[in-house]
C-alpha cells in the first residue's frame, strides 16, 4: 500500500473516532434537554439522521465575541453553521471542566439541540430556531444573533423572572421544567396567532431604513 493510501486511511480512521465520540456526547446532552422540557412533552430519543453530521477544515475567520457582561457571537463566526455540530461538540466536552456551559461551542450545541427538541414538540420554522437560540442563550450566557432580537429578550427574561441571572442552573429542577413549558406556550400561542405575534414581537422589532 502506498504512504497516501496509509495516511488517508489514518486520517478516515481519526475521523471516523472523533465522529463517534462526538455522537456520544451529542445523545448525552439531548438527554439533558430532554429532561429540562419533560413538562412540555416527550421530544423522544437522540436521532443522528435529524442532524447535519460532518467535519469540515478550512481556512476561516474568526469574529472574537464581545467583551460584554452578555457575550456575543457574530452570525458569521464560522461555528454558527450546523456543518460544525460535530466540532462544536467535542470543543464543548473538552472546555466543560473549566467553563462548563459558558462557551460558543456550548451555545452552538445547543442551538441545535433545543431547535429540533422544539419542532419535535410542535414548533416549526423560525419560530423553532427563536426557541432554540433563546435556551442556548439562558444555557451558556452567550448570545447569537438568530431570529428575533425581541424573542430572546422574552425569553430570558421569562426564564429568568423573580430569579438571579445565575446559568449554572440545573435540567432536571421542577423551576426550570415550569418556565420552559411556560416559554414554548408563549411561542405556540405566537405561531397559531399571527396578530399576537406582531404585537408582542414584531412591533417591538426596530427597523433601520436603508440609506441609498
Not at 497516501?4 to 434537554?33: C, P, S, T
Not at 420554522?125 to 428575533?148: I, N
Amino acid at each position: 500500500m502506498e504512504l497516501d493510501e496509509l495516511l488517508k486511511d489514518r486520517e478516515f480512521d481519526e475521523g471516523e473516532k472523533r465522529l463517534e465520540r462526538a455522537l456520544v456526547i451529542a445523545e448525552r446532552e439531548w438527554e439533558k434537554v430532554r429532561l429540562s422540557l419533560g413538562e412540555c412533552g416527550d421530544i423522544g430519543g437522540f436521532d443522528k439522521e435529524d442532524f447535519m453530521i460532518g467535519v469540515i477544515k478550512e481556512d476561516v475567520i474568526i469574529r472574537q465575541p464581545l467583551i460584554s457582561p452578555t457575550k456575543s457571537v457574530s452570525v458569521y463566526a464560522p461555528t454558527f453553521y450546523p456543518m460544525y455540530f460535530i466540532d462544536n461538540l467535542l470543543a464543548m466536552d473538552e472546555r466543560y471542566e473549566e467553563r462548563g456551559y459558558s462557551t460558543s461551542e456550548a451555545l452552538y450545541v445547543y442551538i441545535e439541540l433545543a431547535t429540533k427538541a422544539s419542532e419535535r414538540l410542535g414548533l416549526s420554522g423560525t419560530f423553532a430556531m427563536g426557541f432554540g437560540a433563546g435556551y442556548g442563550s439562558v444555557r451558556t450566557g452567550w448570545v447569537a444573533e438568530k431570529g428575533f432580537p425581541v424573542e430572546r429578550e422574552i425569553f430570558f427574561d421569562m426564564f429568568f423572572k423573580s430569579r438571579k441571572k445565575d446559568y449554572s442552573w440545573d435540567f432536571y429542577w421542577t423551576p426550570v421544567r415550569e418556565r420552559l413549558r411556560e416559554i414554548l406556550g408563549r411561542f405556540r400561542a405566537w405561531q397559531e396567532d399571527e396578530g399576537l405575534f406582531r404585537r408582542e414581537v414584531k412591533s417591538k422589532a426596530v427597523v433601520v431604513p436603508m440609506m441609498v
